[in-house]
């Protein structure tokens, strides 16, 4: 018998469209060399243009979910994406306290790309307070990153990335990856943060179109390297490259956003001409 793939565990909401959500980490970390392992935390009614309704599933189910799997296999990784309620954070949070030298890859994923709103304020508060602290590594977008670290008693706070970044390190992670999609640059600049700053920035052709699931597919990317061993460093700069040629290899199936390639590398011979590496 062959010797087992490293195993991620998943957290996260289903996903009718295939986009995002739990069908994106499977299909990502599939891809990257790993066997998912999911455990569901909530349920949606979406389509590729945006999300219509969800219903979190109850934290003991989710918790249940996630012991039976980890009580009977090794993982190497924990990703982390939408979460459904307060009551799943504090339950995810205990699991991740059981496990402390697993890596954890978290998507704080707060709002659809439609901008349907998919966590409330107790959300992020509990996020910010039971599991930024116990997570290697924070990929937010813009927009994520700014709702996060936000100081909601200033009305005039507006931090720069930078700041954003040092105020998320502050609550416990050891690293922040902010992405640009949502700014007005010409190329999409992503900067990776640790405690004692920047520790790389990589610019990326900015495509055309909307994409659904490139966060989820960036996250899941990076956390199975991670579970690979692959440094930090070195396993951010490839989930970068490898989540551009899924966007850049994308398909619009329906009549709302494009959804990423995952399996680009099995249609046929890439075109090296058109790969674009980080700055």
């Not at 460093?233 to 290899?249: F, G, M, N």
Request: glycine content about 6%; overall charge negative.
């Amino acid at each position: 018998m062959s010797e087992s793939f490293p195993l991620v565990m998943n957290f996260a909401a289903t996903d009718p469209s295939g986009g995002a959500g739990l069908a994106a980490d499977i299909l990502t970390i599939s891809s990257m060399g790993c066997h998912p392992l999911i455990a569901v935390t909530a349920i949606t009614v979406q389509d590729t243009s945006g999300v219509d309704d969800m219903l979190a599933i109850d934290s003991e189910w989710v918790a249940d979910q996630a012991r039976a799997m980890l009580e009977d296999v090794p993982v190497a990784a924990f990703k982390i994406g939408m979460l459904g309620s307060v009551e799943n954070i504090a339950a995810i949070a205990e699991i991740l306290a059981d496990y402390p030298n697993i890596p954890v890859v978290l998507d704080p994923v707060l709002a659809s790309g439609r901008g349907d709103e998919l966590a409330n304020e107790d959300m992020v508060d509990a996020i910010c307070e039971l599991l930024i602290p116990q997570t290697t590594i924070v990929t937010p977008n813009s927009i994520e990153a700014r709702n996060l670290a936000i100081d909601d008693s200033n009305e005039e706070d507006d931090p720069s990335m930078e700041e954003c970044a040092k105020r998320i390190l502050r609550m416990g992670c050891e690293y922040v990856l902010i992405t640009g999609t949502h700014e007005q640059t010409p190329k999409v600049i992503n900067s990776l943060y640790a405690e004692h700053g920047t520790l790389r920035s990589d610019s990326w052709e900015r495509l055309s179109g909307i994409y659904h699931g490139s966060g989820c597919t960036l996250s899941s990317a990076i956390a199975a390297l991670l579970a690979q061993n692959v440094a930090i460093q070195e396993a951010v700069k490839e989930a970068q490259e490898y989540t551009w040629q899924t966007l850049r290899s994308g398909f619009r199936p329906g009549m709302g956003q494009y959804i990423p390639d995952r399996l680009f590398w099995a249609r046929g011979e890439e075109d090296e001409s058109q790969t674009v590496r980080p700055n």
